[in-house]
Every structure is written in C-alpha cells, then in structure tokens.
C-alpha cells in the first residue's frame, strides 16, 4: 500500500478517465463505501460538537490520530451523497497512514478528476472547504505528542 | 391571475408515474446535489443542472436565449412539452429551474409537488438508466423581465416602499451570519437585509414531507399576518436567488400574486455593492424590534 498521496492519484486517475455521469456514479459507489459510525461515534456525535456548520445538510467529522496514524470518521446525510463520496475517498487516501501525509493531498484534485466541471464552481468551493477542514484537523492533532 | 390554478400547476407523484411514457410530458429532475440523479430517478427523467447547464461560465448570468434553446432540445423539450421539475431539498433547485424555464417563455411548467421526498415516501421506483430523448426543437423567446428583477429595479423597488421579501434564514436577515470561519466567503462583505423587506424564511412554505403547505395557510400566512398585496408589486430574494425562486413560485402560482419578480442577484449582489442601503437587526427598517415571521424552520 503506497503513501496517502499514491493512494489517491490512483483514485483520481480512476475518475479522470470517465465520462461525466460515470464520475458521478462512482462517487455514488464510494457513497455507498462508507462505513456507518461505530457505537462509540453514534454516542459521540450526540456529546460532541462534531456538525460541520457549514454544510446544509448534516455532516459530522472526526480527525483521529492513533499511533501516528490518521484516521477519518465521518457521518454524511444519505442525501448528500457528493460529499459523502468525497469523505469516503479522503477516508481511503490518508486512513491508517502516517499522519503527516495528509498535508500532501493535492488541492487540485477535482480539477484533475475532472469533478470540478461536472459539479460547478459552487459545489466544488463547499469540497474544498471540506478537504482543507480535513487537512487542519488532522495538522492539529500532529503536533499534539501522542 | 396567475397562469394556471394550483392544482394544474403542482402535480402528484401520482399523476407523474401515469405519465412516464406520455411523448407529451418531459420530467426534469434538478438537485442540490447532483450525484442523487446518478444514484436514481424518476423514470425516464432527465436532468437539468442549475449551476452546469443553465449557468453561463463567463457572464454572471443564464445561459443565454440559444443556449437555451440548445439546452432544450438535447434535453427532448419542444414549445409545446409539458415540463414537471422535481428535485430535493423541497424542490427549491426544480423551482429554480422552472423559474428559468418561464424566463425563456415555456408555457406548460410543472412542479411534482414533494419532490424527490415525496416520491420515496410513496413507495415509487428509482431507475438509474441512461436516458436519453429523441432531440426536441425549440424556439425561445427573449427573457421576461417581468419575473426577474436586477439591481437598479430593486433599488427603484426599494426607495419606493414596495414589497420585499427576504427568505433567508432570521440569522442571515439580522446580519449574524454570512459564512463560517474557514469556509470560503461565497458572499457578501456586509451581513443584513435590504430595508424594508419582510423575513419570511423559505421553509416556511413546506410542509415536512417536502410538499407545499395548503393555499389557504399561505394565505394566512402572506395576507392576513403579514399583510402583503396580491396586486402590489413584490420582489422576493436569497442569497443566490435559489431559495427565493421557491417563494416566488408560492406567491405567483399558489397565491395568485400578479406582479412578482425574483431578485437573482440576491444577497450575494446586494450585500457587495457600493452606495446601495442596508438594515441590520430583526426589524425591516433595521431598527430594534420583531419582524421576521415565527421562524417555525424545518429545512
């Protein structure tokens, strides 16, 4: 399994070679592969202020760091599924990776998945959003000693 | 006198599962998010993309009348096509795009009232084939100014003490809330309402499972608590003139409204301009009080 960042490039080749309607029925495909929240998640997301406000439809976010490594945990509403999809590609790219490279997921990557066109401007500002969310949680938890 | 009665206007999943083979009807689903349509739709429906298919990337506006035109016969629309838009989130993107589609003159517009919400609940089936229509042959007219209204009518607008109505969430109309820390800024570099505008936040026309409230509560609601005009000219706006083309639609088409106009510049446009009024706080003069209709939201 290479770094964060080969795990990614092969998903985003993996898009970049689709039509547009097949981009988006393999975001739905990476929907449908996250995984629902554990028991201790679902009790945490009830204690914890985890909604990310910025989304309208509701959206809870982890950034776990264990041993050095990251891990993402994420709820997305069923009817999200653009973002839902877009978690669970993160999720795939930096879970059970050093930390640190998380730092290096490309900014870029709709663009280059060909996404950035198919959804629009807008769309693609609130997934960016999202990534750079991700990025600084996960920065934030790699400068605190384990 | 709007173009049609309510119940000619709005239609039940019911009447759109009799009518998915009917060569006359073409069912448009449009979404917030995209990847709903990929995921299922309504059978046979075509989608039509608010910020891909009826933006224009260069000008900030609509695609422009061929453009339209193009959009429609690809999409298997002719003049003469009865078009039922659905959608999610209480169908605010399908009124968008019903509120473009009577832009460039469409006769027959339709709503399927509750959406993707409502066609689920009913038990209905989702299809993911491709669909694709025998082209359609359009001819579009020039936009009706008289449903959409630009920045220096709604200024006009405003001066005069007309109806406004700002459908935003309470917290947006008092200026409290304009973006999040670290989200991008996609909007304005001031918080508020435009002066005398009324709150009246969109979800307020929607009942839970995503269908429009019954006329006579609307009417309640509009008329008798707010006491807006059905014959004074009225300009309703957002942030991006989406949610506000869902009010626009309830006052035109359910409340009979003659004279109403979507600002799609919206807060977006408003709130960056230089030189024009703004109010802050819960009254529409922007002074301390109570104006915003009981924010009873479910969205």
Known sequence: MGSARDRLEAIIAEFADLDGREKLELLVDFANGLPALSAEYQARKVAEDRRVHECQTPVFVWTEVDGGAARIVAEVAPEAPTVKGFMAILAEAVNGRPVDEAQSLPDDMLERMGLADVLGMMRSRGLRAIMARVKRGLAEKATVPA | MPDAAPEHVLVTTAWVAEHLSDPRVRIVESDEDRALYAMGHVPGAVEIDWHVDLQDSLQRDYIDRAGFERLCAAKGISNDTTVVFYGDKNNWWACYAFWVFKLYGHQDCRIMDGGRKRWELDGRPWSTDRVTPAAGRYAAQEQDGSIRALRDEVLKHQRAGKQLLD???????????MHMPEYPNEGAVRGGHIPGALNVPW???????????????????????????????????????????????????????GNVRNY??????????????????AAPGGAEGTASASPAVHA
């Open chain 2, 167 to 177: 459908v935003r969430s309470p917290e947006e109309y008092r200026g409290e809330r």
């Open chain 2, 203 to 257: 979800p307020m026309n929607c009942n839970e499972d995503g269908t429009f409230k019954p006329v006579k509560q609307l009417e309640k609601l509009y008329i008798r608590e707010l006491k807006m005009k059905r014959r004074s000219p009225t300009i309703a706006y957002c942030r991006i003139g989406e949610r506000s083309s869902l009010t626009w639609f309830v006052l035109k088409y359910l409340l009979g409204f």
């Open chain 2, 264 to 281: 799609d510049g919206s807060w977006l446009e408003w709130g960056n301009c230089v030189r024009v009024p703004i109010a802050k706080g």
